[in-house]
Nanobody, 122 residues
Framework: QVQLVESGGGLVQAGGSLRLSCAAS????????MGWFRQAPGKEREFVAA??????RYADSAKGRFVISRDDAKNTVYLQMNSLKPEDTAVYYC?????????????????WGQGTQVTVSS
């Protein structure tokens, strides 16, 4: 069974930074695509970034500000978020695919964490 546990969320002022972590347990980590999504109140869950061994993808809202990375030795994926804006406020979820191919659609991800709250004050 795959378990994903996010950490690193919190309250930060606009312009600040946060680093989210997602620790995975269960099946082999390194061969699978990992993604970050977020959901703001009253909105649908949306793609933020994804990573495989050889590919990265970012939402337009994340390009130039967020960096996704992974440490396969630690079974952990990270999301470094810089220049945060109030509109980045959301619950951030880590997800894993049963595939090595990076995608942006949430329905293509098979496992999800419980989420971590990120709040950016103006």
């Amino acid at each position: 069974q795959v378990q994903l546990v996010e950490s690193g969320g919190g309250l930060v002022q606009a312009g600040g930074s946060l680093r989210l972590s997602c620790a995975a347990s269960g099946r082999t980590f390194s061969g699978y695509a990992m993604g970050w999504f977020r959901q703001a109140p009253g909105k649908e869950r949306e793609f933020v970034a994804a990573i495989s061994r050889s590919h990265l993808r970012y939402a337009d809202s994340a390009k130039g500000r967020f960096v996704i990375s992974r440490d396969d030795a630690k079974n952990t994926v990270y999301l470094q978020m810089n220049s945060l804006k109030p509109e980045d406020t959301a619950v951030y979820y880590c997800a894993r695919r049963d595939s090595s191919i990076v995608t942006t659609e949430r329905y293509t991800y098979d496992y999800w964490g419980q989420g971590t709250q990120v709040t950016v004050s103006s």
